[in-house]
């Protein structure tokens, strides 16, 4: 595949993008709203920007020290950050309030991406992780604007992808960017394979390892009254599908496993189904949203923004979702940062440095099923020692990895 029939076929799909939005926006009326950002309709930005693009609420968080460091860096400039999905627009504004700029993603359209980088022209454009998008990136260059994508990382899984379905295509457009900086030295070699100047690529390190991140103390102290002194296992950015084998495993167990069961689930528009879920079997559930006290409930459900660290703050282990089905996993170093005993599931494709390195560590577990899971749940509970020492290594591999942000930010200021 080349741009032309990229841009092409998406062309064709733009009506049902739209539509895809508007049936998401059923259960996330979100997905509805400021729709004409995403097809360009923008007001122009009469000053110096610097261009940030995280696509989500993981993304987001990674890159806030990188953002804390070019606002002190740049006083001259405003930094403009977007996203793709409604989760991640509302953690942008509620963390920055107005001190950047937001606005969302554009598709992915030459007549689109070429209106919307003519309203901002920003001095440099800086995607996170995987953001690789032909026409965005061709644009880009076509107007000498520098564009780089940062924290990135490639797994084998998605190597392969690449090159059996748009190696051409993807060949152009990493030849495109100003600059790959990726995670680790893996992720640089398969960029270079998949066609990207060798001179244009570096392994900067990763920049989540680079996060300050620290619970709110009262929202902490918030959470903490409702669970009260009960031992606290937290099932974190859980999926579709992982929570009934959650709950389900958890119904074999119960009586051997004295604790509240936190389910916090990745999207927010699933947080009622998930409740009926826990009804259905049987068990007692409390909201975040409106419980006083959960030390009666079986399950807590966090159905809240923005409040994950209190989360994991107020766990005696956690275990990261998105790793029992194909999602690939969530971030584990937040919990590592607090010291956390962690656990994570078989399937940690977007994670596989990390998550090799941390039981290289000692510092987590992988279980391999739901009924591997609470295993070792139960076996971690009735051993301090070991629960005590998981959460250190993990703080330990955590400190030992940091560095990443001054370097790209040296790779920015240059480059501007």
């Not at 509970?381 to 998981?390: E, H, M, N, T």
Request: charged fraction near 20%; aromatic fraction near 8%; charge should be positive.
């Amino acid at each position: 595949m080349n741009r032309t029939l990229y841009s092409l076929v998406g062309y064709l799909l733009l009506p049902l993008l739209i539509i895809r939005l508007l049936v998401k926006s059923i259960k996330a009326p979100n997905y509805r709203k400021r729709l004409s950002e995403r097809l360009g309709f923008i007001s122009k930005i009469p000053v110096p920007v610097i261009w940030i693009h995280c696509v989500s609420v993981g993304e987001f968080r990674a890159s806030i020290t990188l953002i804390d460091t070019l606002i002190k860096q740049h006083p001259n400039h405003r930094i403009f950050v977007t996203s793709t999905t409604p989760t991640g627009s509302s953690t942008i504004k509620q963390y920055y309030t107005n001190q950047v700029l937001h606005l969302y993603f554009p598709f992915d359209l030459g007549f689109i991406v070429k209106r919307y980088i003519n309203q901002i022209q920003p001095e440099i454009c800086i995607l996170m992780e995987t953001e690789i998008w032909p026409n965005f990136i061709h644009t880009l260059k076509k107007s000498n604007i520098p564009s780089i994508l940062i924290n990135a990382r490639m797994s084998e899984r998605s190597l392969k992808k690449y090159q059996k379905f748009a190696s051409s295509l993807v060949r152009e457009t990493l030849n495109n960017l100003s600059l790959i900086a990726t995670q680790n030295q893996n992720s640089a070699d398969r960029f270079i394979q998949l066609g990207a100047p060798s001179s244009n690529v570096t392994n900067a390190g990763n920049i989540k390892f680079d996060q300050n991140p620290q619970a709110k103390q009262l929202t902490t102290k918030a959470i903490k009254k409702i669970t009260g002194n009960r031992t606290v296992i937290t099932f974190a950015s859980t999926h579709e599908g992982e929570e009934k084998q959650i709950i389900n495993n958890f119904l074999t167990v119960k009586d051997k496993i004295d604790a509240l069961l936190v389910i916090v689930p990745r999207h927010p528009e699933r947080f009622n189904s998930v409740e009926k879920l826990v009804n259905t079997a049987g068990l007692t559930i409390e909201r975040r949203s409106s419980a006083r006290s959960a030390t009666k409930a079986q399950v807590l459900l966090g159905d809240s923004m923005g409040e994950m660290m209190s989360y994991f703050e107020v766990s005696d282990v956690v275990f990261m979702g998105g790793s029992l089905n194909d999602t690939g996993g969530h971030n584990m170093l937040e919990p590592a940062a607090l010291s956390k005993p962690i656990l994570f599931g078989p399937t940690v494709f977007n994670f596989s440095e990390i998550s090799t390195d941390l039981l290289l560590q000692q510092a987590a577990i992988q279980v391999q099923n739901s009924d591997d899971l609470f295993e070792q749940i139960a076996t971690l509970l009735d051993d301090s020692k070991q629960l005590k020492a998981l959460g250190k290594n993990a703080k330990i591999y955590f400190d030992s990895q940091q560095g990443a942000v001054k370097k790209i930010a040296d790779i920015i200021n240059k480059l501007i």
